[in-house]
């Protein structure tokens, strides 16, 4: 499967516990995104990475949460000391340089649950 | 703050027939429209991407319009059958993705 893919697929923490996903990306693309998405809500923007240059974050990306892409392929996500309000589902995205007016490709998707 | 937003926000219909969501966008900054479809427990998978005024795309019995002077989007399905159940996202692309919070739909047998 040369799509983008997450792990975990599914997360359970409880409050004030650190989690950290990962994503792997489709192995030529520059770009990887973060999403946060909640129900009802839309995928909003967390951060962007070029190559390993983390070239954007949301001003949703409070200090708990961090994200690295170290050597420019795959790229983790961690959230300390995790908040109820923090449960959702993280969605990470990549694309070429050259794609198309930035046309994505999505993971699965990580869904956190903060009890 | 960028505003996308999709209606309905969720509808049933029955096999067979026929149905449209639409999108709405700031029509400023604007360089392209992407639609996508997310099936519970898949990716989002990309359906269109849209950049020209009156662009018409279509693809099996899916298609879409765009009209960037007064900031809509349409997604037409044709013949609706049950695979077709899932959110319809739609994205404005200009600075930055903003999604809009999706259309549910759900295609009774």
């Known amino acids: ?115 | 703050i960028l505003n996308v937003e999709q209606s309905p926000q969720s509808l049933h219909v029955q096999e067979g027939d026929s149905t449209n969501f639409t999108c709405s966008f700031p029509s400023s900054n604007f360089y392209a429209l992407h639609w996508y479809r997310w099936e519970t427990a898949k990716s989002p998978e990309a359906l269109f991407v849209m950049t020209l005024n009156g662009d018409e795309k279509k693809k099996g019995r899916i298609s879409a319009t765009l009209n960037t002077k007064e900031g809509y989007s349409y997604l037409y399905i044709k013949g609706s059958q049950p695979e077709d159940s899932a959110t319809y996202l739609c994205a404005h692309y200009g600075q930055n993705f903003v999604f809009g919070p999706g259309t549910r739909l759900s295609v009774l047998p």
């Open chain 1, 1 to 115: 499967d040369t799509g983008v893919s997450q792990d975990p697929r599914h997360k359970i923490t409880k409050r004030g516990q650190n989690v950290t996903f990962r994503c792997d990306p489709i192995s030529e693309h520059n770009r990887l995104y973060w999403y946060r998405q909640t129900l009802g809500q839309g995928p909003e923007f967390l951060t962007y990475f070029q190559n390993e240059a983390q070239l954007e974050k949301s001003r949703l990306l409070s200090d708990r949460f961090s994200a690295e892409r170290p050597k420019g392929s795959f790229s983790t996500l961690e959230i300390q000391r995790t908040e109820q309000g923090d449960s959702a589902m993280y969605l990470c995205a990549s694309s070429p340089v050259s794609g198309i007016a930035n046309e994505q490709f999505f993971g699965p998707g990580t869904r956190l649950t903060v009890l």
